[in-house]
């Protein structure tokens, strides 16, 4: 337990960094370009440099009740969300695969579970802290920077890479799909880095085919390249489910905007969001939605 609240105090400093990376990335350079993410922050209204204790992650913002402490102006709700979504992700995410994988926590800890699975657990993590940094971007700019599609990817790679290696050298059967016996419902034609493969081959092309019906208003390029690398890190079937429930839950949200009047219909939605907040589901309830799925039939 007490290893879990660090691990949720790493991941709110991280969330921390992460605001800064959110809130000074305009589309003219990387994301990570030093001059944009060197230098102290400020005050968004009044420019006071902030003393060190304005800058503790959530605490500051709590003791502050979300005010500067110089110009009293009130401070976004995104400092303390994405702080907070740091925490959840670097506790979350090995406390979740520790039960899917059958590893204890205590054997976690103790640094004696097999190498590969820290290897794992640290591509998951990373994983999900760029979902992050994509859902705050797509929805404040309508983009999705490049230079973090292109690290999905990578984290894509070595996640089916883990998966080809523990089927080959470990001779064992790797989990690899989060719905686990439900794989069943879209047959998974191929295994390890080949089922990857095929999921991101199919993500691409459905989404290419959406963003062409579309002409790129509905669907961008950017979701295009995004469908890609979800589709490597969740291989197939996952991604179907992953692209079913982001249109049930972007399709409900929309309709909820226009419902209380705050959209058109012809206004855009950012898609990302919907599609990370679809990944998440599958990766911590996938079994759980379909079987409830086939619960509501009878099944
Ligand atoms: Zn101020």
């Known amino acids: 337990m007490l290893y879990f609240i660090l691990l949720f105090v790493l991941g709110l400093a991280f969330g921390s960094f992460f605001n800064v990376l959110i809130l000074r990335y305009d589309s003219d350079k990387?994301?990570?370009?030093?001059?944009?993410?060197?230098?102290?922050?400020?005050?968004?209204?009044?420019?006071?440099?902030?003393?060190?204790?304005?800058?503790?992650?959530?605490?500051?913002?709590?003791?502050?009740?979300?005010?500067?402490?110089?110009?009293?102006?009130?401070?976004?709700?995104?400092?303390?969300?994405?702080?907070?979504?740091?925490?959840?992700?670097?506790?979350?995410?090995?406390?979740?695969?520790?039960?899917?994988?059958?590893?204890?926590?205590?054997?976690?800890?103790?640094?004696?579970?097999?190498?590969?699975?820290?290897?794992?657990?640290?591509?998951?993590?990373?994983?999900f802290c760029i979902f992050l940094l994509i859902t705050a971007i797509d929805f404040r700019l309508f983009i999705i920077p490049n230079e973090l599609t292109a690290l999905l990817v990578l984290g894509g790679l070595a996640i089916s890479g883990f998966s080809a290696f523990i089927e080959k050298a470990m001779m064992m059967p790797f989990r690899t799909s989060f719905l686990e016996q439900y794989i069943l419902v879209f047959p998974a034609f191929a295994h390890g880095i080949w089922n990857h493969a095929m999921g991101a081959i199919v993500g691409f092309i459905f989404f290419l085919l959406l963003s062409l019906i579309t002409r790129g208003r509905g669907i961008g390029f950017g979701d295009v390249k995004l469908a890609f690398a979800i589709g490597l890190l969740f291989g197939w079937p996952d991604i179907a489910i992953i692209t079913m429930l982001s249109f049930i839950i972007g399709g409900l949200w929309s309709v909820g905007l226009m419902l209380v009047g705050a959209k058109k219909m012809k206004d855009r939605v950012p898609f990302a969001p919907f599609f990370v907040l679809g990944a998440l589901l599958v990766f911590f309830f996938g079994s759980a939605i379909v079987k409830g799925y086939f619960g509501v039939f009878g099944l």
Request: aromatic share 22%; glycine share 8%; proline share 5%.
């Open 30 to 127: 990387n994301i990570f370009s030093f001059s944009r993410i060197s230098g102290r922050s400020h005050c968004p209204k009044c420019k006071t440099t902030l003393r060190w204790f304005e800058l503790l992650p959530l605490f500051s913002f709590l003791i502050q009740k979300g005010k500067c402490r110089t110009c009293n102006v009130k401070l976004s709700y995104q400092y303390p969300l994405v702080e907070t979504l740091g925490g959840m992700i670097f506790a979350g995410v090995p406390l979740f695969l520790n039960s899917f994988y059958g590893i204890t926590n205590q054997a976690f800890f103790s640094f004696v579970a097999p190498y590969w699975y820290y290897g794992l657990v640290g591509a998951w993590v990373f994983v």
